[in-house]
């Protein structure tokens, strides 16, 4: 689901805001005011027929259209009627609002227009839900539509400039006859804010968000070095941004797809043990003390001289990884059938805005990754102080604190965690990396922020940058091809999915086992033939 705030929602927060607003004038107050039960101003007066009509000093109304078609720009159903581009200006005028928050719900109004209508074939009364059309878009059809969506800053910079050198008060103009709400901006750096806003998808959010907010202080302060720059700096720089901006999407994007295909794979796993646990754990069982039986039998080849003593302290630590395995193999058999929750039943994630979670979880995987990609890995301040053998086993160890936890597992089909990996895991996960780099709490989201004083250094850094998210872009692809297609799961989900071949499979893991078992015997035969020479008996160890 898309992280979204409608049109509609946007004004009717910026509606409510009316009362509070301290640039809204004595005027204003007077005419459009609350009175008892009615509210100050309605859906209905933004309708140029309503006899208290929203409107300027001059008149001109904010509304073009009739009080029902104005009206129908609340409804997300089948009967929406899309807003005016010039009547929303005019609101944002109307309502005070600075170059930016009106810049986003003109592109949010804009937005809906072409993907609702021109991407997807919307049309009023025609049985579609327009909300679903906004909110249920996938990744991929969403970045393709972003990209498609180009509305002409020129265009949109000339109906700003007619509008507020009509209706803003003349007191609010500065002498020279520039305009202030516009903040300086010419042709071409409007057409970077345009490009830059759509980029980030800034116009997603509400108009009063703090991502908003953000976004607007750092642009303010951006904008200061851009316009002493070249034009050729000026264009060369919005391409770099944009691009910057556009991987980093894809990147959460497809970091985000590899997780919930890990907990997939999960998924597949935990019902594999609940259907084929107890045959495997004896199948492991055999198939170890099968290798250990092997490598004595060939040490005691290679070195004749050699006590069982001898041989068993030569593997006692090769073995050790091996054990581990198969100690995780019985635990995780025994959660397996455990982990199974029942509708209703601590259901973590259910109740939450979908859109929001999800963000959230993007937010922390973001910060996961970054800590575990190994170019900037070698950058972070606790590197320089773990030894080569440390460095060594680091990256294994940062990445294992990323697996799927039990209590990760379970969630009915239906259920937002069924399907994606928890928020709580991702924080759990990133704690620990945090904690194995001695690094606990540090911020690395530089999702605003561009490293370098001047517009030359923003630019170089901005290219570096790209570099490096291609390749992680790349990386991130081939690691989620590897979790499409790994072998093992796939091959034990069409298992799964054939309930009548089960007990064949159990009757083949149970006839693979007597022959490890078989060859186990044989084996240790001839090993204590070899023994017997020396005069030392090898006494097979009791069966586990």
């Not at 009362?19 to 309605?42: D, F, H, L, S």
Request: aromatic fraction near 8%; charge should be negative.
């Amino acid at each position: 689901m898309t992280l979204y705030t409608k049109l509609g929602d946007d004004l009717d927060t910026i509606v409510k805001s009316f009362a509070t607003n301290p640039a809204v004038t004595e005027r204003q107050k007077q005419i459009w005011r609350q009175a008892g039960k009615k509210k100050a101003i309605t859906h209905g007066m933004f309708g140029y027929d309503h006899e208290k009509a929203l409107a300027f000093d001059d008149g001109t109304t904010v509304g073009s259209t009739k009080i029902n078609n104005a009206r129908r720009s609340w409804d997300y159903a089948e009967g929406h009627a899309f807003p005016p581009t010039e009547d929303v200006a005019r609101f944002c005028l109307f309502m005070h609002l600075d170059l930016y928050r009106t810049l986003a719900l003109i592109l949010k109004a804009e937005w809906e227009r072409f993907f609702a209508h021109d991407m997807n074939d919307w049309k009023a009364n025609n049985g579609a839900n327009l909300t679903d059309i906004l909110f249920g878009a996938d990744p991929h059809s969403l970045r393709g539509a972003l990209a498609g969506f180009e509305p002409q800053g020129d265009r949109l910079l000339a109906l700003l400039k007619e509008l507020v050198s009509r209706h803003t008060p003349f007191s609010t103009q500065s002498a020279n006859g520039g305009i202030p709400f516009l903040e300086g901006h010419t042709p071409s750096t409007f057409e970077f804010l345009v490009k830059e806003m759509i980029m980030g998808r800034y116009h997603f959010y509400a108009t009063e968000s703090a991502e908003l907010a953000h976004f607007t202080a750092h642009v303010r302060k951006e904008f200061a070095l851009l316009v002493e720059g070249t034009g050729e700096q000026q264009r060369v720089f919005s391409l770099e941004k944009a691009r910057w901006v556009a991987l980093r999407q894809e990147l959460e994007d497809i970091y985000l797809l590899i997780e919930n295909q890990r907990l997939k794979n999960a998924h597949t796993q935990r019902e594999w043990l609940i259907a084929f646990g107890k045959e495997q754990i004896a199948y492991v069982e055999a198939f170890l003390d099968h290798a250990r039986s092997d490598k004595r039998l060939n040490l005691k080849r290679a070195n004749p001289g050699w006590t069982l003593q001898d041989i068993e302290q030569r593997l006692e630590e090769e073995e050790m990884e091996g054990q581990l395995e198969l100690s995780r193999l019985r635990t995780d058999t025994a959660l397996a059938p455990h982990l199974m929750r029942r509708p209703g039943e601590d259901n973590g994630g259910e109740g939450a805005d979908p859109t929001r979670y999800i963000k959230e979880c993007k937010t922390v995987l973001r910060k996961i990754r970054r800590l575990l990609h190994p170019d900037r890995l070698m950058h972070h301040p606790s590197y320089k102080h773990f030894t080569d053998g440390q460095r060594e086993r680091l990256q294994e160890l940062l990445l294992s604190a990323l697996d799927i936890r039990p209590d990760e597992l379970g969630y009915p089909e239906g259920y937002l965690l069924h399907d994606m990996r928890s928020l709580e895991g991702l924080k759990n996960a990133l704690s620990r990396i945090e904690t194995i780099l001695g690094n606990p709490g540090v911020d690395t989201d530089e999702r605003l922020m561009i490293e370098g004083e001047t517009l030359p250094r923003k630019l170089e850094w901005l290219r570096r940058e790209n570099r490096i998210l291609e390749d992680e872009i790349l990386a991130a692809k081939a690691e989620l091809q590897a979790l499409l297609e790994d072998e093992d799961t796939t091959e034990k989900r069409v298992i799964l999915d054939n309930p009548a071949d089960h007990e064949r499979i159990k009757a083949t893991f149970r006839a693979d086992t007597q022959k490890k078992r078989q060859e186990i015997e044989r084996l240790k035969a001839e090993l204590n033939a070899l023994l017997n020479r020396n005069r030392r008996t090898y006494d097979p160890e009791p069966p586990l």
